[in-house]
């Protein structure tokens, strides 16, 4: 997987919204404060009072007394608040007081974060307005804004020239507030930086998702691929790199003239048994960095010491031995389990179009094919059904329109009732991609979910691993759970294949999500 961190791949226009409702805003503003630190205090919260301003903004649009004035002095009226470093973790909503005489109906709003320095894009938002007489409050729901996390390190605002009358803003204030978002999102951690895993002897690692278990101990083990080898370690769910075990084995069973990079991933134990088996992502190379990805299944009775090849279950809606011309990724074959059936999902590619797919096999079926090292049949989802093979099979694209397919992992809320879909989506405004989050009822469906990033970032972000903290669970997460993800140190640009730069910059990081 080391041949591709990264796809350009679409999203999904995302706009702030008029909310009509109450907001949790109020403990930012003025109380009894006074004086130049108590200003500085409440910029810190996220509060913004432009009577009190007067010096600090650049821009066009005059401040005073009343506040920010729009009017026609200007050809377009704006301002600029920068050098501010605003804590704005757990808040979603902007809460305006403003007065418009004019006939502007809208106002927009710009941001730029500590972690995104990357103007317009996604961090505009164009705010609705209406004719008002007098002060009066407006409240826009920034939740599907991609980026609007964490600290805010400069806001803007901009009008056209009004033909008349005039737009007064008294102050902006970032509180928690309504939303259709349910998750809390705490900023990113560095977890191992490339020096700390060298150290380890596991510099380039992890190339994709992970893959834990308990063993009969109690102990969890993490698996991984390291350029087409194999890592276990012992850890936590807080320190999953803790103790390594080995860095240095690869899948048996495998024909590496046929697939010359095997990696393995999640990990399923089976009931009543020392077995555990993982989705297997195999590589068909053509030379010059192309590949076509097949996905297998392999083995362990060892737990976890040595992996071998069951056999190839899920490839593409196109012929995998043929040279396209570019590479056709298939991801890790990440899996989701219930009672029911087994679901693999995958990158898949047709001639008509990509997106990601979902196998299935009945969980019973799967379990008995394992036992009898024999290779169980998958069904992938096509047209709402579940005839096709996993083996060049039509499919549906399980993701909404307008997202490109990437590596992701899925799992199942007990607090909310609901799946997460956790995938790496080119939002837009976003200078490289960056991981985002899907919520549904079917973990088949999540064509009407709407999209949230999970942490805005200026360089990318990839394999997204999720566990839980209590449990240490890849497929069922409870009130609080650990997101651990690679990112990038440095513009894709300016990486341009080189693989030192990219490992040397690449940060593993984890992020730590909770469920109120």
Request: overall charge negative.
């Amino acid at each position: 997987m080391r041949h591709r961190w990264m796809h350009r791949i679409g999203g999904l226009l995302l706009a702030g919204t008029l909310l009509l409702g109450l907001s949790a805003c109020g403990d930012n503003g003025p109380g009894k404060e006074s004086g130049g630190d108590a200003a500085e205090e409440q910029l810190a919260r996220g509060y913004f009072d432009f009577t009190r301003l007067s010096g600090r903004t650049t821009g066009s649009a005059s401040v005073g007394k009343e506040g920010a004035v729009f009017d026609s002095s200007a050809r377009t009226p704006s301002l600029t608040l920068g050098d501010i470093s605003a804590d704005i973790t757990g808040k979603n909503q902007l809460k305006l007081l403003l007065k418009n005489t004019s006939d502007l109906d809208t106002l927009t709003f710009t941001f730029l974060t500590a972690s995104d320095t990357q103007p317009g894009g996604g961090k505009t938002v164009a705010i609705p307005l209406t004719k008002t007489e007098d002060f009066q409050e407006v409240l826009v729901d920034m939740s599907e804004v991609y980026g609007f996390l964490f600290t805010l390190t400069e806001i803007g605002l901009e009008t056209a020239a009004p033909a008349s009358g005039e737009l007064v803003i008294r102050s902006l204030e970032v509180c928690k507030g309504e939303s259709s978002f349910p998750l809390s999102l705490a900023p990113p951690e560095p977890y191992l930086t490339f020096q700390q895993r060298s150290a380890k002897g596991i510099a380039h690692y992890p190339d994709g998702l992970l893959g834990f278990w308990k063993n009969p101990e109690g102990k969890l083990l993490f698996v991984g691929s390291l350029m087409g080898k194999l890592v276990l370690s012992e850890g936590t769910p807080e320190d999953p790199f803790a103790t390594v075990i080995y860095n240095d084995r690869r899948v048996q069973n495998v024909d590496y003239a046929k697939y010359p990079y095997a990696s393995i991933a999640q990990v399923i134990r089976v009931p009543d048994s020392d077995i555990l088996v993982s989705p297997t992502h195999l590589e068909y190379q053509f030379g010059n960095a192309v590949f076509n990805g097949v996905l297998g299944l392999s083995v362990s009775t060892d737990q976890g010491q040595t992996w071998s090849l069951l056999g190839e279950i899920i490839s593409h809606d196109l012929d995998y031995q043929t040279n396209w011309g570019y590479s056709h990724d298939i991801g890790n074959g990440e899996m989701y389990i219930d009672d029911e059936f087994v679901y693999i999902y995958a990158i898949d590619h047709g001639e008509n179009q990509s997106g990601l797919s979902v196998s299935r096999c009945p969980t019973s079926e799967f379990y008995t094919a394992i036992k009898e090292n024999r290779v169980p049949e998958f069904h992938k989802k096509f047209n709402g059904e579940w005839t096709e093979p996993g083996m060049g099979g039509r499919f549906d694209p399980i993701q909404p329109a307008g997202v490109g397919a990437n590596f992701a992992q899925v799992v199942y809320s007990t607090k909310l009732d609901q799946y997460l879909l956790f995938m790496t989506t080119q939002f837009p405004g976003a200078a490289e991609a960056a991981i985002g989050v899907y919520i549904s009822d079917d973990p088949t469906d999540f064509t009407q979910s709407k999209g949230y990033a999970v942490s805005p970032s200026m360089n990318g972000q990839q394999y997204p691993t999720v566990v839980d903290a209590a449990t240490g669970s890849q497929f069922e997460v409870g009130d609080t759970f650990y997101l651990y993800y690679g990112q990038l140190g440095l513009p894709w640009k300016e990486i341009q294949g080189d693989w030192l730069l990219f490992w040397g910059s690449n940060v593993y990081t984890r992020q730590t999500i909770s469920i109120p």
